[in-house]
């Protein structure tokens, strides 16, 4: 059995900006209104459930909710230099150089802020920050950059 949330009805969905360092286009400054996606795979409990919605979407919320209309950084990136002092962050690479207020910026544990690696990013929170019944077999999140566009991570439980 299938359970599936679609963030774009859901209004589960945040807009940021960020960069993908040499990348020919997607290495300027860009945004995105992204909308996120889940699917928990498993058989049905006791209640005839395989989870109940409510506790996924309100995780799902406080994720994007983190996430909405900020910089979103890649702390592990080898190619991104970001150093921060008196209220702001200073970011450089590929010989540009950006300077945001502390405030605006989220740093994400990712090498890239590609939609590949922050919907991995979401799953794994997802499967160690919600305690899962054991009739869950899998969580997928699914991240749209726009309609039509969306990267996909599994992770099997168990």
Request: aromatic share 6%; net charge negative.
């Amino acid at each position: 059995m299938i359970l599936e949330i679609d963030g774009g009805y859901s209004g589960i969905r945040f807009s940021s900006s960020h960069f993908i360092p040499n990348h020919e286009k997607c290495s300027r400054l860009h945004g995105h209104s992204y909308i996120v996606r889940l699917r928990l795979e498993g058989e049905l409990d006791e209640a005839g459930m395989v989870m109940d919605f409510v506790t996924v979407k309100k995780k799902l919320r406080s994720m994007v909710d983190e996430m909405d209309h900020k910089v979103l950084l890649p702390s592990k990136s080898e190619l991104v230099k970001i150093t921060s002092s008196a209220g702001s962050v200073e970011v450089s690479f590929c010989g540009k150089r950006y300077v945001f207020p502390a405030e605006d910026v989220l740093m994400l544990d990712v090498r890239t802020t590609t939609a590949e690696e922050m919907s991995k990013m979401m799953t794994e929170r997802m499967a160690s920050e919600i305690r899962m019944p054991g009739n869950v077999r899998s969580i997928s999140v699914g991240l749209d950059e726009e309609r039509g566009q969306t990267a996909w991570y599994t992770k099997v439980l168990g």
